[in-house]
C-alpha cells in the first residue's frame, strides 16, 4: 500500500507534522493486553464496586428503575448501535423512526406539543431550555425556583455566568412548595421543577396565569407522569426532564437522556435535532431530519444551540421501554414508585423522632428530618446493605439533620421493613 | 413504514412488573393526571419485531462501509459492549458513597491518567459528555481565565474557515464573537491573515488538527506561537485525534485546551448520533478552572473533590458519560502504545491510499498528502449530476455515503474517512464502486440523479420536512387500551 501512494516508510505519513512536535512524543508506557486480560481486570473493577450488591434508596435525578429485559436486546441491535447520527435517511430510517416515535412519545407523557429527539441529561436540557426563553424574551433575567436538584442548579450557574444571565433566586414555603410571594419583577422565564429536590410535587395549577409574559419552564421525572399531571396541561411554555427512569442504568450518572418539549410554536428556537415525517421521490412515507436551519452545521455563531451528538441510543431504549410498558404499565410502575414510597415514609414517620420534613405531596421521594446525625445513619444503613444519602444537598438548601428516601419499584415490602426496623433500633 | 402507534393493542395478562406488595395511597386529586396517555399496550413479541425490523433499515458501521468524513466510524471491539453492561458498572447511584464505588472512581482517575499522556498536557476532565460539549466547556474556562485576569474586553474566538462545523455555536453559545480566518492555497491558516486578525480583543484560536480538508497544520508551532504572543489561547478540536495517536501530542503543538471524542477515536460506538464524551485536557494556567467534581486519589483510594473555589462549576448532572469512559479506558488498556500508534499509522495509510486511487475519477482540490482523511470535489460531474446523487448512488452500492458539503471552503465537498480497521477488500471495492458511479455519471446520469434506487425508501424529500415539519405521530383522539 505503501508502494501505492509513493512513500518508502510508514513514518513518511506523519512526515507533514513538525519534527519538533514528533520528537517531544512520550509513549503512555504501557504494554498492550488480550481480550482476556482486559475483561479480567475489568471484572475485579466492577467487583470493586459494592454499590451494585446493595439495594440503593438513592434518588436526585437518578433512581434505581427495573429496565425490561427487552430493552438490552433491541439496544444490542448493531445496525442502530453503530450507525450515526441519520445524516443520509435513506439508510438510516430506523434511526429516523425511533426519534420520531420517542418526539411523540415525550410530547404525549408531557403534554406538550412538540419534542427533540435527546439532549445530553436532565440538568443541560434545562440550562438550554433556560437560554431559550432568555432568547425568546430577550430579557436576561431568570428566576429559579430554590428548590431545584443542586446538581442542576450547578449547571445552570455555570451556563447563565457565561451567558451573562442573572439568576433571581425563588424560595420555597413551609411545605417545600415554591413560594411565588418570592418572584422577582418582571423576569424572563421561572423555571421549577417538579417534584422537586425534596421530591415534592409542586402545585402548578395556576401559576401560568399569575405570570403575565414570563415563561414557565418544568424540569420534570418522567415516570412520575404516568400518576400526576403532566407540565404540559398545566401551561408550561418548556418542558424538561431527565429519562434515565425510562429503562436506562444508573451507570454512576452516564450517559442520560435530557428530554426536550416545548410547543410548536417555539419550535424555531428549539435546540437540537428533530425527525420529521416527509414522503420519498415515490410519495411512500419516510423520516428525515427537520428543521435543520436551527442547528449549528447550517446556521453556524447563529445556531440555537451548539448541541450536536446527544443521547440516541438512551432515546431508543426510552422508546423500546414505553412501547413494552404501554400507558396500563406506565400507570403500574408510577403507582408502584408512589405508594412503595408513601409505605415507606409512613412506617418511619411511625419512629420515634422521625418526620417528614414538609407536608406536602410527593411522589416516590421524600425527606425525613432524623434524629441525630444523618451520616451516621446512613453509614449504619450502608453496613448492613442499604445505601441512602441527599444529607448534603438538603444541608445545603437549609434542611439540615434530613435524609432524602427514593423508593422504586425495584424495593420490596420485606426490604422497606427491614429499613425501618434498622432506623429503630437505633436509639 | 408503520410506527409504533399504528400496532395493534394486545398486551396480554401479567406484564413487567409485579403486583403490589404494600397498601395503595391516594394521590391528591387536584394533582391526578387528567391528559391523555396514548401510549399503546402491546405484547412483546409486537415490540421486539417492530424494533428488529426498524433496525434492518438503518446501515451501521458492522453492516458495512461508513466511510463519513470526521466521524471516525471505525469498528470497536465487542469486549468493550460487554464490559459495560457488567452490573457492578451499570448498577451504580453516582452518589453512592465513595467506599461503594472504588472502581468505578478507579476508571475515571486511570483514564483521566491515560488521556492526559496522550494529549501531553496538564490535566484532565472527563465531565463534558461530546465534542460539542468539551467544545462548550472550553470556551468556559477561557472566559474564566481572561475574567480572573482582568481582560474582559477579550471576547472574540478566531476560526480558520476549515474548522469543525460546531466551532462556531460553542464560542457564541459561551458568549465569544467568531471571526473567520482564511485559509490560504495549500489549506493551512493563513499565517498574513492570523496576523491581522490578532489583537487585544483576541481570547483565543479554535483549531482543528489535522483540519477539516484532512491537511495537518504545517506551522501549527507558528500559529500556536503567534496567538500566544498576541495573549490568546489555543484550543484544539481533537476530533481528527485519530491521525496522530501514539505519534504526535497537541500539548507539544502549543495547545492549551483539547478535547477527545471518546465515540470517535476511542471506542464507543455512535449509537445513531450519541451518546458520546467529549473529555477535555488542559494546560497549566487552565487547570484551576476545571469542572468540578476533580476525582482524586487518596494513597490507594479514590474521592471526589468539590473544594475548587476558581472552578467554572458544572457542565453536567455528574461525572460525564461514565459507561463511555469505561469503553475508553478498556479499548486503551488492550490496545497499549503499540496499538495505538497502529490506529493512527493504517487510518493515515488507508486514507492516502484512497485518496491516491479515486484524484483521477474524481477532482481533489488538495493534492498532497493527507493524514485519516481527504476531500474530493463533486463540483465538475457531467451531465448535471451532483454530489448529492453520488452519495445516494453509493447507497445503492452498500456503502454509507461520506460526509458531503462539508467543509464549506470546497466546493460540493465529499469527505472521505475510511479509519485504521478497514482492510485493502473495502478499500479496493470501495475504488471499484467510486470509479463505476464516475462512469455512471458519464454514461447513464439516470442512475445517480434517481438514486437509490435498492434502498428502504427511494430519495426523501428533505425540503417538505424542513419548511412543514411533522414532527410527532397524529395520535388518535382516544387511548389506547
Known sequence: MLEAIGLSSLDDLFRDIPEAVRSRFEPLGIPGRSEQEVAGEFAALASANAASTKASLLGGGVYDHYSPSIIGHMLSRTEFYTAYTPYQPEISQG????????????????????????????????????????RIRRNTKIAVSKSLLPAYRRVLDTYAWAADLELCEVPFDTAGRLDLSGMPEDPAVLIVQSPNAFGVIESLAGVKDQLGDTLLIVSTYPMSLGLIEPPGALGADIVTGEGQSLGLPMGFGGPLLGLFATKKAYLRQMPGRVAGRTVDSEGATGYAMAAQTREQHIRRERATSNICTNSALCALAATVYLATVGADGLRHVARLNHDKAHYLAEKLCELDGYDLAFDAPFFNEFVVRVPGDPEGLRQMLDQAGFLVGGSEDLASLGVPNALRFAVTESRTREELDRVVRLLGGVR | MKTIFERVCSQPAGGVFPVSDVPTYETEVSLARTASLRIPNLSEPTVARHYTYLSKLNHGVDDGFYPLGSCTMKYNPKLNEDVVRLPGLTAI?????????QGALEILYELSGLLKGIAGMEAVSLQPVAGAHGELTGMFLLKRY????????????????????????????????????????????????LDAALDDTVAGIMLTVPNTLGIFEERILEVTEKVHAAGGLCYFDGANLNSFLGRARPGDMGADIFHFNLHKTLSTPHGGGGPGAGPIAVSAPLVDYLPVPWIVRDGKSFRLDWDRPESIGSVHSFYGNFLVAARAYAYILQLGDEGLRAVSENAVLNANYLQEHLKTAFELPYDRLCKHEFVLSGAKLPNGVTTLDVAKRLI????????????????????????????????DRFVDVMRTIAEEAASDPSLLLEAPHNAPVRRLDQTRAARQPELTYPLDAEDCS
Do not use: W
Request: negative net charge; aromatic residues 6%.
Open chain 2, 396 to 427: 445503492d452500492y452498500g456503502v454509507h455515503p461520506p460526509t458531503i458539503y462539508f467543509p464549506l471552503i470546497v466546493k460540493d465537498a465529499l469527505m472521505i474517512e475510511p479509519t485504521e480497521t478497514e482492510g485493502l477488500e473495502t478499500l
Open chain 2, 146 to 193: 481572561f475574567e480572573l485576569r482582568g481582560e474582559t474586553s477579550r471576547r472574540r474566538i478566531l476560526l480558520p474557515d476549515s474548522a469543525h462545523g460546531t466551532n462556531p455555536a460553542s464560542a457564541a453559545v459561551a458568549g465569544f464573537s467568531v471571526t473567520e480566518v482564511a485559509s490560504d492555497e495549500t489549506g493551512m491558516v493563513d499565517l498574513d491573515a
Open chain 1, 95 to 134: 434511526t429516523l423512526s425511533v426519534m420520531f416515535e420517542f418526539q411523540t412519545l415525550i410530547a404525549e407523557l408531557t403534554g406538550m406539543e412538540i419534542a427533540n429527539a435527546s439532549m445530553y441529561d436532565g440538568a443541560t436540557s434545562l440550562a438550554e431550555a433556560m437560554l431559550m426563553a432568555s
Open chain 2, 93 to 101: 447511584h453516582p452518589e453512592t458513597p465513595r467506599e461503594d464505588a
